[in-house]
């Protein structure tokens, strides 16, 4: 038999409230929080899941674009939000860098928001122009050895995930590039086929369309294991770096103290929404993402893990934002 106490019946009282936010849940609109413009990759994302996830929850879903500040804008809207489920945050890598980049943060980004779903990953690719000599990561190893400070790199930003990585492999091959940071991958991508920078470093979503049919010349990418769309493109270990490895990552988040509840059937729902057949090859095939579509722990550890690694690299080369 339970016996009952003053203090068991407080606790439950003090739950009761919670319990039965669960059970009514969802109560209304539910907003999916893109901290950037229409039309990018967490932008599509959302868009893609939106209508399974309307149909699944029996509620209606609705995108919201709030931008500004490399996506902290709009996650530190999310983070101030009330934790009822009715507000949810997708993002981009920058999430894992913005705290070592930007200065005096409304929000902490690993206390004030509860990781849900990590999406999915995606390696970067170091491309060169065709007009350029170099057909291998080793050519332009030699070439910047041989004059330092000559070579340009195009990446979507300062800070970037293309940035940091860039500046990580430069710092283990011992040699010195030149940056060129663009705002975005539309100018990136326009410049990369014009030819005015020597090299791009970007993600393969960003890059993919582009990495056949002679526009750019794919030199080697930063993932563990050779991609089975682009075979012929070494990863970076490969080519005589061992253990390096750079992602470009989508998840999501919710305020922190959103019911596990909840929180459980919204993740259930996007996973079986993103693993819609339509949508799925469009990830996969369409935008090269590797799907993960792991849990709240696995994108907990995830992002400790990206925080470590930018942390570091950002402190110990002195890299500033662009915001």
């Not at 061992?242 to 999501?252: H, I, L, R």
């Amino acid at each position: 038999m339970v016996k009952l106490t003053r203090r068991s019946l407080v606790a439950t009282a003090a739950l009761a409230p919670f319990a039965a936010r669960a059970q009514g849940w969802p109560s209304g609109t539910i907003r999916l929080v893109v901290p950037f413009p229409p039309g990018g990759s967490v932008d599509a994302i959302a868009r893609m899941a939106q209508t399974g996830l309307q149909q699944r929850l029996g509620a209606n879903v609705i995108i919201e674009n709030r931008t500004g500040a490399s996506g902290s804008t709009g996650t530190g809207m999310v983070a101030k939000a009330p934790p009822d489920g009715m507000t949810w945050l997708f993002v981009f890598d920058t999430h894992a860098v913005n705290p070592f980049l930007l200065p005096n943060l409304a929000f902490d980004t690993e206390k004030d928001l509860d990781p849900v779903l990590l999406i999915g990953t995606a390696p970067n690719v170091l491309c060169a122009h065709p007009s350029r000599p170099y057909l291998s990561l080793g050519d332009v190893i030699t070439a910047a050895k041989a004059k330092p400070e000559t070579i340009t790199y195009g990446t979507i930003g300062a800070g970037s995930i293309g940035h940091l990585s860039m500046t990580m492999l430069s710092n283990r091959a011992g040699v010195k590039l030149v940056h060129v940071p663009y705002r975005g991958g539309g100018p990136l991508l326009n410049d990369t086929i014009a030819g005015h920078v020597d090299l791009t470093m970007a993600s393969t979503r960003l890059l993919g369309p582009h990495l056949s049919g002679g526009k750019t010349r794919p030199l080697a990418h930063t993932g563990k294991t050779r991609l089975a769309d682009f075979p012929s493109i070494p990863t970076v270990m490969e080519e005589g770096f061992p253990g390096f490895e750079t992602y470009a990552w989508w998840g999501v988040f919710a305020p922190a103290g959103t019911q596990k509840p909840i929180v459980d059937r919204f993740g259930a729902a996007l996973v079986a929404s993103l693993r819609e057949e339509h949508v799925a090859r469009q990830l996969v095939e369409t935008q090269l993402i590797a799907l993960s579509l792991g849990g709240p722990e696995t994108l907990r550890t995830f992002l400790g893990e990206q925080m470590r690694l930018w942390s570091q690299v950002i402190r110990d080369n002195n890299i500033k934002g662009d915001a």
